[in-house]
């Protein structure tokens, strides 16, 4: 009789020790989501001249490097004719694929005519062809897009 009370009392209150607790994929996503910094990369885009071995700041710093210098060099040497304003700052947005292609993606010049922003427009799509070979940004082990803003100061002095 005794074993048989215990066997029953067993057997009543043991399962809830067997059940495994499932874990929700919704209220994992939502806690991963919460801590995942979307406006940050774990590695920027790196231009094939930059050593691929350097940390963050160092990667940052060669592409900005990089691609301002060359961005200068192109307008410095540019005919571009600005008949409008003495000074101005243009806001440029280039966008860099998951594939490492750049392209310019829009150009803010409001106080340009519509043939000046053209014209610039032609000028910067024209350079970046002569960007060396890219490598896209990385964030968690995966190549992701990534939009840069530089802008331009037009001093016509």
Known sequence: MRFALIFCFTICFSCQYFEKKKLNSDVILEQELQTFKWDEVDQYPTFETCDEDQNYEDNKACFESIFTTHIFEVLKDSDMVVLDTENDTILVNFLVSKTGKITLSSLDAS???????????????????????????????????????????????
């Open 111 to 157: 106080q340009l005519s519509e043939a000046s922003t053209q014209n610039l427009n032609e000028i910067l799509s024209a350079s970046l062809l002569e960007l060396p070979k890219l490598y896209p940004a990385i964030k968690r082990s995966q190549h992701v897009q990534t939009v840069f803003q530089l802008p331009i100061i037009l001093n016509t002095n």
